[in-house]
């Protein structure tokens, strides 16, 4: 079974500060990873993805995830926080072997603060 | 190229009744799968379509049923509406082959509301 954790639901940081929103999954089979974005009142939109190539990942908007099997963790950062980046993220995970559902996580809510 | 589209906006239907959600899937994409988000929560797997067929499926009970058109778009429908049916119905589409499933890409969702 896979299943995936988010801790925090609320962060807040300041603008300019570091993103850091946690993710770790539980999965028997090595699983894809990816990070959602959702601004209020619209769907969801692909950050990044990772599919077992290069454990650290780069995604849009100067979001990047690392790949940490040893802690099952796939935690999104960003260095420099803006106010464009308050939205909602979720974390999925899938199978490798057949990756056709998504399982994601309860979601972040992230405040930058001006 | 144009991107997941989802029809209506927003929906209120009252208890019992029935509903049918539409989705446009991205151009090249020959898979569906919709996806619940009731409120404050992450999405929730309800099934996919692949080739017009079920190709899987969640914790979902059989009144939601699904389809998916020669032209890949596809339709949601729940039937006997209930209070908690209320949330975010959320298509994606995506490209699979040889029992693999590519990036889902997301379309703005439909806003149920069960009154």
């Known amino acids: 079974a896979q299943s995936v954790t988010q801790l925090g639901s609320h962060v807040s940081v300041s603008e300019g500060a570091l993103v850091l929103l946690r993710c770790n999954y539980s999965s028997s089979v090595p699983p894809y990873l990816f990070w959602y974005v959702q601004y209020p009142n619209q769907g969801l939109q692909l950050l990044l993805k990772y599919t077992s190539a290069a454990t650290l990942v780069k995604g849009i908007n100067g979001f990047e995830a690392e790949f940490k099997k040893s802690e099952t963790s796939f935690h999104l950062t960003k260095p420099s926080a803006h106010m464009s980046d308050a939205a909602e993220y979720f974390c999925a995970v899938s199978r490798m072997d057949s990756s056709y559902k998504l399982i994601f996580g309860s979601g972040t809510r992230l405040l930058v603060r001006p | 190229e144009t991107g997941v589209t989802q029809s209506p906006t927003h929906l209120i239907k009252t208890r019992g009744q029935q509903v049918t959600l539409r989705c446009s899937s991205q151009s090249g994409h020959n898979t569906v799968s919709w996806y619940q988000q009731a409120l404050g929560q992450g999405p929730q797997f309800i099934f996919q379509?692949?080739?017009?067929?079920?190709?899987g499926r969640g914790n979902f009970p059989p009144r939601f049923s699904g389809l998916q058109f020669p032209n890949y778009s596809s339709e949601l429908n729940v039937n006997a509406l209930e209070l908690d049916d209320s949330a975010l119905y959320l298509c994606a589409s995506s490209l699979s082959g040889q029992g693999v499933t590519d990036t889902q890409y997301f379309g703005p969702g439909t806003r149920l509301t069960v009154l």
């Open positions: 379509y692949y080739r017009e067929e079920e190709n």
